[in-house]
């Protein structure tokens, strides 16, 4: 049984299961010459699928209804008519939301359990360790000693932010949505504080109680009234990475918030949208430093797994509503 998952209607507002539906076949699908029979062995569930169910232009097209959604996925070479690949490998690559699938293998990267759990190519070692990594690197430019503000810091990005600053030996500060992920935060990944947005009152007063010096990097992941709060604490050529803004995902209007502008020019400091297919030339020197920090042990990295391709839209939206702690990964 072949199970295919489709977006049945666009959301408005919050998704629900209701936009998704499933689709099964009993044929299993042959793959012509030059082309593979993947087995999907495990999806990833990211915030920009979101972006990606609506109609709105944006870096990557959107999704069609009545079509397939699709994402990173790792796959098994069930069979292959195509001489790059053989049976039994392992592939990464953005594949359709389907238990398996004909592809002709352009785009896939080989991944081997040799050097890391398979999951691990979808998170660590792959689109949002690499996106944690130049997101800093590029546009944060850290300098030691300087302190970095992290929201969506339990996330996938985010816990690999703040412990990539510290490994730089900055002061870092991290803001997610529980008690249970700020504890997480401190104690398993070296932040030197966390704050839960959650329950805090006043944002903007405990930002500067937390960072007393100034805020010298803000890697900003949710955007909205948490952003704002960080903004009165920049420091003078401060740099504010746009990763992205899941506040506002779920918006059916435009939302209004702080004028950035008197806070940019008053520091002299920069605010760059940041998007990680922008920097594939730089992927790889990023995957050797990610992989021996790994090894040596001075990165960490979490997973939420969720069992049964079935739960692939389920996943999704609780990854939305914050149920996960690290990347959130379908087990297929
Ligand atoms: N630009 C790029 O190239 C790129 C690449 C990958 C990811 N991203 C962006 O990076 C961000 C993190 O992605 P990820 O894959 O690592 O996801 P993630 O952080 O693992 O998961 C999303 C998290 O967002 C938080 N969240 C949900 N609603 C929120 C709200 N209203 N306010 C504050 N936080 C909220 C939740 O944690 P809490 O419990 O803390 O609320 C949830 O766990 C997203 O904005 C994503 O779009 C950008």
């Known amino acids: ?21 499933f689709e099964k076949e009993t044929d299993t699908p042959a793959p012509s010459e030059g082309e593979l029979l993947l087995e999907t062995k495990y999806v990833s569930v990211d915030p920009y699928i979101r972006g990606r169910m609506s109609a709105a232009k944006s870096y990557v097209a959107p999704y069609e209804v009545g ?15 195509n001489d790059n690949f053989e049976e039994g490998e392992f592939v990464s690559g953005l594949l359709e939301w389907k238990s398996q699938q004909v592809n002709n293998g352009e785009g896939l990267q080989k991944v081997s359990e040799d050097k890391a759990p398979l999951s691990a190519y979808l998170g660590i070692v792959g689109m949002t360790g690499l996106t944690a990594f130049l997101g800093l ?17 339990a996330g996938a990005v985010g816990s690999v932010v703040g412990q990539i600053g510290k490994i730089l030996g900055l002061n870092v500060i991290g803001i997610a949505g529980s008690d249970e992920k700020t504890e997480m935060l401190t104690s398993e990944f070296g932040f030197d504080h966390a704050i839960n947005y959650k329950t805090t009152e006043d944002m903007k007063a405990a930002i500067e109680e937390a960072a007393p010096n100034g805020v010298d990097i803000y890697f900003d992941n949710v955007g ?40 940019l020019v008053k520091n002299s400091a920069l605010m760059q949208g940041f998007i990680v297919s922008n920097y594939a030339e730089k992927f790889p020197e990023a995957i050797n430093q990610l992989a021996s920090w790994l090894q040596d042990g001075k990165l960490k990295y979490k997973e939420t797994i969720v069992e049964g391709f079935e739960n692939t839209p389920q996943a999704f939206l609780d990854l939305m509503n914050g149920k996960n702690k690290g990347k959130m990964i379908v087990k297929a």
């Open 137 to 153: 690197h590029e546009i944060g430019k850290p300098k030691k000693g300087e302190t970095l503000v992290v929201s969506g810091a």
């Open 67 to 81: 079509q397939p959604l699709s994402s990173g996925v790792v796959a098994k070479v069930l069979v292959s008519k």
């Open 1 to 21: 049984m072949i199970e295919t998952i489709l977006l049945k209607k666009r959301p408005v507002g919050e998704p629900t299961l209701d936009n998704f539906e």
């Open 224 to 263: 909205g009234p948490i952003s704002d709060a960080v903004l009165y604490s920049i420091n003078r050529f401060a740099r504010i990475i746009i990763c992205g803004a899941i506040s506002v995902y779920n918006k059916t209007e435009t939302p209004k918030g702080l004028a950035v502008q008197p806070f």
